[in-house]
């Protein structure tokens, strides 16, 4: 019997549209106290455009990695209002999120449009966070499955060796900002079937190479148990990463 295949663990904050560049600055001077050097498992923030550059000055020399909310799919041109994956490399952003379910459900983001910033963002070797979820009413209406494995199949179409490359979000809708968590138990079901389809989408190979991320309501006393499913491989957490101390030990309980 081959081992378990090692990926190290991923926890990355989404700032959503919060902080003031002064307000992101402390919360980074407060991450800093803690995370600076070291870490078993990577740790990412992603503050709104406008923090990136300070945040981003911030955590140099740090094992901190920033990361984007979002980004345009071409490379510059006639968009206003929109940013490039070459504009976020050039404010050192290593990660941006695609396709989080309040920009599929507000700003009208479709699976072919996540896929085509995928690619972007890939050709511009930033690392794509693709976020997948189902509602409350597609799970209680038994189409949780179809839901998230067209998530996947759409998001991450073809994109050959480079899927590799992609780490994966599980992000169940209701439990975003409600307080409600996906128990332990939940979120392994779903994260095992994620896996499953990736490995129909890119071969066994990516399948046990990708991270998987949970996000939903993750916080300091439920994270350990959640990070300790065998198919849960860090987590994407938004409310708690904006308080220094929360997000900390939340990293702490990825390791
Ligand atoms: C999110 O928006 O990605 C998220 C997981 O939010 P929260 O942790 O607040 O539920």
Redesign the pocket.
Known sequence: MTAPKYRKKIVAG?W?MNTSVNDALELVKGLKIDLSVHNDCDVVICPPFTGLHAVGDAVTSTSIKLGAQNMHWEANGAYTGEVSAAMLRDLYCRYV?LG???RRAYFGETSEIVNKKAKAAIAATLVPIV?VGETLEERESGRMRDVVRDHLEGSLADLGDDLKKVVV?Y?PVW????GKTASPDQAQEVHAYIRENLEKIGGKEAAETIRIQY?????PNNAAELFGQPDIDG???????LEARSFIEIVRAAQ
């Open positions: 989404n959503k999120i989080h379910s309040e976020c979000a992000e439990a975003i900002g409600t996000g939903g309501s993750v916080k987590g994407l957490i938004g409310g708690a990463a």
